[in-house]
């Protein structure tokens, strides 16, 4: 894969290395060159590191579980299609019906914020935007309050009515959020982010008032599911949810030339011929149903969304069609990393994966605003 549009020759250094400077807002296309090969180079061991992630976060449990016995049933249910007790044992059922779901959950959910969190840095021009500053994630979490509130807990479907009500919460403020920023048929940037904030105070407020009148029982369980938990969902219920999220993050994959462009500032990107009001409405409107879904079924999960990106876009560079898949892969393996620590560490008891998530990567944030400052400069 090459650029296929060629830099400003103002901003094209001379004999300069095809890796992009970070921060975002340099100049993405200068001597931007990504090869196929180095495209799979990157993509394919992170795809194999997946893959050995999940095979040996499957041992860990409240009952350990040996890598030969993992593979073993692995393989049977693979060349059987049959997860039967009688033919897997109870070890297979824990392993096939709790454990690998639970997983994919994460793996998808971590990608998923990672994802996203790329593309708001890229869209807001602003290092600390994540999936959470658009004010979605707050209406997601509204309605599953409010769902509680009301003794709301059935499922329908094979699905859970507390994700729908999540859902329906991130959809509501994503229309809120939007009418707040439209001006004159365009989405300025600063709008848009101050819509974001100020939705997501007054929903945060909101939450804690419901949380504050509900009985003592119902109001442990809301603030645990705020934390951000993941449960192991169905098979047909992790499957409506992977069809939905992996549609969503291939739509934000075709928007990545276009990011690379609009990194460069608006007015540079319109004289290039980027319809920049139009990205930024797809880019917002996928970035904030991707958050409402993953909300609605994880809770908040700080932290993925924020740092991921930049562990990934210093390690590889900004060139978005690169930065955004490798990001989607490593913020799944980190969240399924972190939830199997969540459910280990105090077994049988279990932490909140959110914070695991937030005293993993706040500490890396740091790390990178101390000692890599030169880099944010």
Avoid at 90 to 115: E, F, K, Y
């Amino acid at each position: 894969m090459k650029a296929t549009s060629d830099p400003p020759q103002s901003a094209v250094p001379s004999k300069q290395p095809t890796i992009l400077k970070y921060p975002i807002a340099s100049p993405l296309l200068s001597g931007a060159v990504l090869t196929a090969r180095r495209w799979s180079a990157v993509m394919a061991p992170l795809a194999l590191l997946s893959v050995v992630g999940v095979l040996i976060c499957l041992q860990f449990g409240s009952q350990w579980i040996g890598l030969g016995q993992v593979i073993d049933i692995v393989s049977h249910v693979l060349r059987e299609g049959s997860v039967e007790s009688e033919q897997v044992g109870t070890t297979g059922v824990i392993l096939i019906q709790v454990r690998l779901p639970r997983l994919l959950l994460g793996l998808l959910v971590g990608a998923c914020l990672a994802s996203v969190g790329v593309v708001l840095q890229a869209l807001l021009r602003n290092p600390l935007a994540d999936p959470y500053v658009l004010g979605v994630s707050s209406g997601a979490a509204l309605g599953v309050a409010l769902a509680i509130l009301l003794g709301i807990g059935s499922t329908f479907l094979a699905l859970s009515i507390l994700p729908l009500c999540g859902f329906a919460g991130g959809l509501l403020s994503l229309a809120v959020v939007y009418r707040m920023a439209l001006s004159y048929g365009r989405l300025p940037i600063h709008s848009l982010l101050l819509a974001g904030v100020i939705l997501n105070s007054i929903f945060s407020a909101l939450i804690m008032f419901i949380t504050s009148i509900m009985e003592p029982n119902r109001s442990a369980g809301t603030m645990t599911w705020l934390m951000g938990t993941l449960t192991a969902p169905s098979y047909p219920a992790l499957a409506i949810l992977a069809c939905y999220l992996l549609g969503g993050l291939f739509l934000l994959l075709k928007q990545a030339r276009r990011l690379n462009i609009l990194t460069l500032g608006e007015e540079s990107a319109r004289s290039l011929g980027i319809e920049t009001e139009q990205v930024k409405r797809q880019v917002y409107l996928l970035s904030a149903l991707i958050t409402g879904a993953v909300v609605s079924v994880s809770g908040m999960i700080g932290f993925v969304g924020m740092v991921i990106p930049h562990a990934v876009r210093l390690m590889l560079g900004a060139d978005h069609r690169l930065l955004l898949p490798a990001a989607a892969l490593v913020g799944g393996l980190y969240l399924m990393v972190a939830d199997t620590l969540a459910r280990t560490l105090l077994t049988p008891a279990e932490i909140p994966v959110g914070i695991i998530t937030a005293l993993a990567g706040g500490p890396f944030f740091i790390y990178l605003l101390v000692w890599r400052k030169d880099r944010f400069a």
